[in-house]
């Protein structure tokens, strides 16, 4: 039987990245004026995935795509290593809505659970292994079992002068197969290609300046646009004065649509002058909530409440503690900041439209530039082509929108460049969250109820069936997802933690079932969902990362009330086995010294000797998205106690995500993770006026640049065989916040409870604990 | 518009733009190279990073007029896939990239500067990285690749 887990995990048009949408809510994803249509590629034959050509060459249709986290080259590997290739013969096709299934989008650290394992691109090859050997089986008149396979080569194993070739057996033709359920993967003890360090098939021409990116791509008769985005959130056009464009060169047109404003012209400096040129006057809409003031004013909204899990025995239980202990964290609105603002290529002609788009979502997409342009889904044809890395919803949609737009204005091929600012100022930011910890201990320090009230801000989102969730779409006139206050219903069916709203040490109890990680059965998780004043969507570990900074900070000031060592105080907590493991070898490799938090003397102003340095170290742990990759962090830093600054020296991280498929791959996710959580943790903050946006560039969006002490990355890979690969390009990122906070509060005793750990901030905290 | 003339990766060029347009747009729109990126046309990330005479320059914010007549490389300059350079080997032997759309400004920084002091500290090498932004985090490869290659110049 196939859980509702397993099916949401398979069935990739079903995946929302953001999994907080009530079900009640998907139904107005249905309306418009066309409904979506399915895709014509039917992904349950085996031609719709794999090809092979009188070569040998192998070609395969995946609808997972390469945003830089190494899935391409991952994808190449299994394919070559199910169908006994050498690497070189497979090409893999990306996330076009001709020739590929439509596998959703690529989000979520989904791409390997659903690619990897017994469904979509791992099952078709195996089914054409499979029939391979049926076929060669016949053709050489050698039972199946008889045979072997090298280097797209069967033979008979008694007789390898009897031999043919997958070229000779199905060259170019089509197998004409359904998947088989039953067609069997190869064993890992026969991997010769899978799990290796296989280097990254693009890297050559990334370093050489001769890669393809979407900003590359230049087709015949094509125009440049830009964009004019509203001076302020939620003002509405007032007046365009084509007029200040007299005598600018290679101007071509101006469009207005609604509230979007943007210029079409001859060349790219041609349409950013005529841009910013161009006299455009706005109405303000409401001021925006004060963000001095703003986790306030998130707590007052009104809000859809949804409950994760509910023991109904938490007030009673506090009551009953010995101790409680309560707190607050708070996180800020971030965003995806990719190096390259967001650009895409559109052509609408002739009732039919062709984008060349870095989407992550090249069917969802293809459905909502439909809607966008008033044509039916089967007259766009959406072909990804890479982007800049994008780390969740960046502009990639939005910018593919506004290509559409301007191209069907102009009736030719239209290349959008978004600038710095117009991808900073109007992005679907990383949710902002306000989270309320409270636990009751008993006498043997141990947990005895955990209650955890989230509330956060959300809105638009990615763009599936409704336009209107990115930020073109609303300027065009469509509405976003609709909001609606609601009461939470009583927990039921199966837990799921897919948001990690409930910390990784409670039980996860719904009926009779208890899914959670951990130990502690009297349980509350509450969240309040808001509507956000700026538009949000998921980015790199949405709601993960904010909900398990608040969890594996408070596991730790739990931790410190009852003098317990942290890493021995999480597993006396912990209930899953691969949780508990990961934990103990992040440890042992970072040679933890089994002792409570603070350090001796770390209170002190000078320290023991007098030195300005504190230095301190710290643990954080989380099972993504429940069950979606097991990781743990041993951060060390070191804290200038006069200016607050933070250095961190060394993070040594240990991960199980089931079979790794390439060692190296997995180092660069988890390198790159830690860093950018790193940036996050320190000091990335969207930041704003009571109009606008004015984190708009790198002066006043602060990412920490190469040059910064980087810290010692130790990896330590447990490779689990015979169970389900996971994720594995969200689980370290999830963590550092928390692993960062504990080993500062190791340092110096001082508790950060806000992100950014900005030096002002952590100064601030250091007199708290100075003043007694 | 005015003619301009350049020498980009060795061979001269010649365009009708206007003086005041940046560089950048003439590599990637005139002249089609893919190398140098438009990262925020403000000299902020380094993804537009070309060599003019052996400096590093940031061409989103350099008037096409202020280099003609120079000699301009960038990154598809230095070496191709079949022969790349001993500092873009670097970064493949170390698998220095996610993205890669920052290592146009990645590489040629580093190697502008490792060429002017070959016996560069980690710490100045780190201090001349200072200015360059890569959003995927591959410092740690990166600056691994950096030094792999100052120890072989």
């Given amino acids: 039987m196939v859980s509702r887990r397993d099916f949401l995990k398979t069935s990739g048009a079903l995946i929302v990245s953001f999994s907080a949408v009530p079900a009640g ?65 497979v090409h893999i096709i990306q996330c076009d809505t001709a020739v590929t299934p439509d596998q959703g989008t690529t989000s979520g650290s989904q791409s390997t659970p659903t690619n990897f394992n017994d469904g979509s691109l791992a099952l078709a090859a195996a089914t054409a292994r499979q029939a391979l050997l049926a076929l060669a089986s016949t053709r050489l ?36 197969l359904p998947l088989d359920r039953a067609a069997k993967r190869k064993p890992h003890d026969e991997w010769t290609i899978l799990g290796r360090p296989v280097p990254r098939v693009d890297m050559p021409a990334m370093a050489t300046g001769q890669f393809e990116y979407v900003h590359n791509v230049r087709v015949p008769n094509m125009l440049h646009g830009a964009v004019v985005r509203p001076s302020s959130a939620g003002a509405t056009l007032a007046t365009v004065d084509e007029g200040s464009l007299a005598g600018l060169a290679g101007v071509v047109k101006v469009v207005v649509k609604n509230n979007f404003v943007g210029v079409v012209a001859a060349r790219p400096w041609q349409a950013m002058q005529a841009a910013n040129a161009l006299k455009v006057t706005w109405t303000d809409g409401p001021p925006l909530p004060s963000q001095a003031s ?21 007030d009673e239980n506090m009551s009953k503690a010995a101790s409680i202990v309560k707190a607050t964290y708070l996180h800020p609105y971030q965003m995806h900041g990719s190096m390259g603002p967001s650009c895409a290529v559109a052509d609408v002609q002739g009732g039919k439209a062709t984008i060349w788009s870095p989407t992550q979502s090249a069917y969802p997409t293809r459905n909502g530039v439909a809607q966008l342009l008033g044509i039916p889904p089967e007259s766009v044809h959406v072909i990804f082509v890479r982007g800049s890395g994008c780390y969740g919803i960046n502009g990639a949609d939005t910018v593919s929108f506004d290509a559409a737009l301007l191209s069907q204005a102009v009736g030719r091929p239209v290349r959008v460049q978004l600038t710095r600012k117009d991808e900073m100022a109007w992005e679907n930011y990383g949710f902002a969250y306000v989270i309320d910890q409270r636990a009751g201990v008993d006498a043997n320090g141990t947990i005895v109820a955990w209650d955890h009230e989230a509330w956060f801000g959300s809105r638009g989102g990615r763009p599936g069936n ?36 409930a910390p990784s040490y409670v039980a996860g109890r719904i009926g009779r079932e208890a899914d959670g990680a951990g130990t502690i059965a009297s349980e509350r998780v509450l969240t309040h969902t808001v509507q956000s004043p700026f538009f949000t969507g998921p980015l790199r570990s949405p709601s993960r990362l904010q909900n398990t900074f608040a969890h594996e900070s408070f596991l730790d000031e739990v931790a410190a009330h009852v003098k317990a060592d942290p890493v021995a105080y999480r597993l006396r907590h912990l209930s899953d086995a691969r949780l508990k493991e990961v934990v103990a070898a992040a440890a042992k490799a970072a040679n933890w010294q089994t002792r409570p938090s603070p350090a001796a003397n770390a209170s002190s102003r000078t320290g023991a000797s007098g030195a300005q340095a504190a230095t301190g170290r710290g643990i954080a742990c989380v099972a993504y998205e429940g069950d979606n990759g097991y990781v743990a962090m041993v951060a060390e830093v070191v804290v200038n106690r006069t200016s607050g600054a933070i250095t961190t020296k060394r993070l040594v991280v240990a991960q199980d995500c089931g079979p790794v498929s390439n060692p190296n791959g997995m180092r660069n996710q988890i390198e790159g993770g830690a860093l950018q959580g790193l940036s996050r943790a320190l000091g990335e903050e969207v930041t704003w006026d009571d109009r606008k946006v004015t984190s708009i560039d790198w002066r006043t969006y602060h990412s920490l640049p190469l040059g910064f002490e980087v810290p010692v990355i130790e990896s330590v890979l447990i ?4 169970v389900p690969a996971l994720g594995a390009g969200e689980t370290a990122i999830t963590i550092v916040a928390a692993a960062i906070a504990n080993a500062v509060f190791d340092a110096t005793g001082a508790r950060l409870r806000q992100v950014p750990f900005t030096a002002d901030r952590v100064k601030a905290a250091m007199d708290l604990v100075a003043r007694p | ?51 003019v005479g052996g400096r590093a320059i940031r061409s989103c914010v350099t008037p096409v007029s202020t280099v003609a007549g120079a000699e ?54 780190q201090q001349a990285m200072s200015g360059v932004l890569c959003r995927c985090f591959s410092h740690a490869r990166m600056l691994r690749a950096i030094a792999r290659y100052a120890q072989e110049v």
């Fill in chain 1, 25 to 89: 809510e998907r139904s107005a994803f249905a309306q418009g004026p066309f409904a979506t249509r399915p895709s014509q590629i039917d992904p349950t034959q085996l031609d719709a995935w794999l090809s092979v050509a009188n070569d040998g060459s192998v070609t395969a249709y995946t609808g997972k795509c390469e945003l830089g986290q190494g899935i391409l080259t991952a994808q190449t590997q299994l394919v070559a290593e199910e169908l006994s290739v050498p690497f070189a013969r």
């Fill in chain 1, 141 to 176: 008149s050698v039972p199946a079992d008889q045979l072997t396979i090298a280097d797209g080569i069967i033979s008979a194993r008694s007789d390898p002068s009897k031999r043919v070739t997958y070229g000779a057996l199905v060259g170019n033709g089509k197998f004409l």
């Fill in chain 1, 294 to 314: 703003f986790y306030n004013w998130l707590r007052a909204q009104p809000a859809r409440d949804a409950l994760v899990v509910n023991s109904k025995d938490v």
């Fill in chain 1, 466 to 501: 409704m336009p209107g969730n990115v930020v073109t779409g609303m300027l065009a006139g469509f509405t976003a997802a609709p909001f609606r206050p609601a009461q939470a219903a009583e927990p039921s069916g199966a837990f799921r933690n897919g948001s990690n709203a």
């Fill in chain 1, 719 to 722: 490779d689990r065989v015979g």
């Fill in chain 2, 1 to 51: 518009m005015s003619n301009i003339t350049l020498i980009v990766n060795g061979r001269q060029q010649t365009v009708d733009v206007e003086p005041a347009m940046p560089l950048l747009y003439v590599l990637t729109d005139d002249l089609a190279l893919r190398g140098p990126k438009f990262g925020c046309g403000l000299g902020q990330c380094g993804a537009c990073t070309v060599l």
């Fill in chain 2, 72 to 125: 301009v490389t960038t990154l598809e300059g230095l070496g191709t896939p079949e022969r790349p350079h001993p500092i873009q080997q670097a970064f493949i032997d170390e698998q220095a990239a996610q993205c890669g759309f920052c290592l146009n400004g990645v590489i040629l920084t580093a190697k502008a500067f490792v060429d002017q002091r070959p016996r560069a500290t980690e710490a100045e090498i």
